[in-house]
């Protein structure tokens, strides 16, 4: 069965304390991997996606990398508004396209 | 580009009632998904559909859930009778692509979701 986990759960740190998070990850042969964001009372927000190990994706503040067995979102100076949950998810070749889930992480930025 | 519309955005219902949860796709989606998120969770998928066939309902409770997409587009998810247990936010979803799809083609996005109280 698919797995993946994060961490931490919860991480505040201050206005531009760069940081990373982590997604780990077990699975029947990698799809892809996906990174969202998620507000409070909202539905998750689509950033990347990535195939295979090596690839890196950038958005404005935030770096997605890949490996083997995980996955990292690494923050570059943050700021407030960069405050929500980060969920990771895969997907695997013979799933039927569904997407996996870990319980996020909750990112909390500090003016 | 309008994003996926879901209604209600709020549900509160007494145990043993019927609910049900709409859901508009983004324009050209071919394939759309409707997940369970309980509250400190990822979500979980339901069921998908790739036009109106429902290619994996598989983790879908068919004893009260059901769903449906005529015509392709817009969907609607059914839960009769409700339970406390069913307490969640039901999110829909959608994508350009169906099975095999690469690339922006497999990029889910989601709706607000629909926030489900059972009393």
């Known amino acids: 069965e698919d797995q993946v986990t994060q961490s931490p759960e919860a991480l505040r740190l201050q206005e531009g304390e760069s940081s990373s998070l982590n997604c780990s990850y077990t699975?029947?042969?990698?799809?892809?991997l996906f990174w969202y964001r998620q507000d409070p009372g909202k539905g998750p927000e689509f950033l990347f996606t990535l195939y295979s190990a090596g690839e890196e994706k950038e958005k404005e503040r935030l770096k997605a990398t890949l490996t083997k067995k995980e996955s990292f979102l690494h923050i570059t100076a943050p700021k407030p508004e960069d405050s929500a949950t980060y969920l990771c998810a895969v997907q695997a070749y013979f799933g039927n396209e569904k997407l996996t889930f870990g319980t996020g992480t909750r990112l909390t930025i500090i003016p | 580009e309008a994003g996926v519309v879901q209604s209600p955005r709020y549900k509160i219902i007494e145990k043993k009632q019927p609910v049900a949860f709409w859901c508009n796709p983004i324009s050209g989606h071919n394939t759309l998904y409707w997940y369970l998120q309980n509250l400190g969770q990822g979500p979980e998928l339901l069921i998908r559909y790739e036009n109106e066939e429902a290619v994996d309902d598989s983790q879908l409770p068919k004893d009260r859930f059901s769903a449906e997409r005529l015509k392709g587009v817009d969907s609607t998810l059914k839960i009769q009778p409700a339970e406390l247990g069913d307490s969640a936010v039901y999110l829909c979803?959608?994508?350009?692509?169906?099975?095999?799809?690469?690339?922006?083609?497999?990029?889910?996005?989601f709706g607000p979701g629909t926030r489900l109280t059972v009393l």
């Open positions: 699975v029947s042969g990698l799809r892809g």
């Open positions: 979803a959608s994508s350009l692509g169906g099975s095999g799809a690469a690339g922006q083609y497999n990029e889910q996005f």
